[in-house]
């Protein structure tokens, strides 16, 4: 693998810690050897967990939903308490699976006894009411080449739960959002979610290093593959100047 002009990651495939661990290990020896790295691991690691996610971005001024991250039971009930409506999410999780609204206190109370048992640790958001529409952002280095609107009937706009998407124009604040999203997080290239409140507040809820663009080339037409491609042969050529 030392031999190759550039390496583009796709995906981490799930195994033992061990085996995720040496996977990671592997992308950093390959950086470390000069080799670009795309995404770099560095990367990787902080948007695969979304604790690390929503802390760098709240830390550098981007503006996210109210979060409580802990592995207490009471806690997570304050916080549905406070909040009075909830996302609960996987740390580790995509494509919308996992994820549950709550509104209820006796269906906090049981849902967050089940994660108890399960010695899951608690990831809850405030839910921000946004007329079951989001926006995926596309960013490739350091630049916005294409962003869709996302919407659906209930309140998870992913493709793959049903959303559906068509091509828009971002206005420049969120374009600024998703720019400055993935320099925080180091991204090559990252899918930016951004929804906005019922008062037209943009919030970004996720950013993925590793983002599939299928749904994003078939709404607007654009080649998101070439895109990448032309990315990374530009940084392998740099690499061997």
């Known amino acids: 693998m030392d031999q190759c002009e550039a390496v583009v990651v796709r ?23 000069g080799i670009p790295v795309i995404n770099r691991p560095g990367c990787i690691e902080k948007t695969v967990d979304k604790f690390y996610t929503s802390a760098l971005l709240q830390h550098g001024g981007v503006p996210t939903p109210r979060t409580l991250v802990t592995e207490n039971f009471d806690e997570a009930m304050e916080a549905f308490h406070q909040f009075k409506n909830v ?13 549950v609204q709550i509104d209820n206190e006796d269906v ?26 989001d926006m ?15 919407c659906n009937t209930v ?13 828009v124009q971002p206005d420049s604040l969120t374009e600024q959002l998703a720019l400055k999203t993935a320099a925080l997080l180091g991204a090559d290239y990252l899918g930016v979610d ?43 050529k740099d690499k061997n100047k």
């Open 136 to 150: 995926r952002v596309f960013v490739i280095g350091g630049r916005v080449v294409a962003a869709i609107c996302r």
């Open 87 to 99: 996302v609960v999410k996987p740390i580790f999780g995509s494509l919308g699976r996992g994820m």
């Open 194 to 236: 951004i929804l906005m409140d019922e008062a037209g507040a943009p919030y970004v809820i996720e950013a993925n290093s590793m983002p599939g663009w299928e749904g994003l080339q078939e709404a607007t037409s654009l080649d998101i593959s070439q895109y990448l491609a032309d990315y990374v042969y530009a940084a392998a």
């Open 155 to 167: 309140w998870r706009t992913n493709l793959s739960r049903g959303g559906l998407a068509k091509p």
């Open 108 to 133: 906090a109370y049981k849902v967050f006894k089940a994660w108890q048992l399960s010695r899951y640790v608690y990831y809850i958001q405030e839910y921000i009411c946004h007329d079951n529409k």
């Open 11 to 33: 995906s981490i495939p799930g195994g033992s810690l061990e085996q995720v661990i040496y996977r990671m290990d592997v992308l950093h020896r390959l950086e470390s050897l």
